[in-house]
């Protein structure tokens, strides 16, 4: 599991074969984050994280996906 702030990150994870998980900052948040397994807007600090190392295994992937935020471009294709 890679966690990447940045398109070329990802990418190069992804290229690799990894998992990855995308934190975003105010830099990166208008990039591409398809590729990812899931996009958040941080890790989180003490009592306030948005996702654990169990979160990372095969069967908790699926439910890390639901809670995290959907990439920008998700908006443009959301239904009413």
Same mark, same amino acid.
């Given at each position: ?10 990418? *190069? #994870?992804?290229? =690799?074969?990894?998992? &990855? /998980? ?7 948040? !208008?990039?591409?984050? *398809? #590729?990812?397994? =899931?996009?958040?807007? &941080? /890790? ?7 996702? !654990? ?28």
């Amino acid at each position: 599991m890679v966690v990447e702030d940045s398109r070329i990150g990802m990418l *190069a #994870a992804t290229a =690799a074969g990894m998992r &990855c /998980i995308v934190t975003t900052s105010s830099y990166t948040a !208008g990039e591409d984050f *398809a #590729a990812a397994d =899931a996009v958040f807007d &941080c /890790i989180g600090d003490a009592g306030d994280e948005r996702f !654990g190392l169990s979160d990372l295994t095969t069967p908790g992937i699926a439910a890390l996906r639901s809670h995290a935020r959907p990439p920008p471009e998700a908006a443009l294709f959301a239904q009413p």
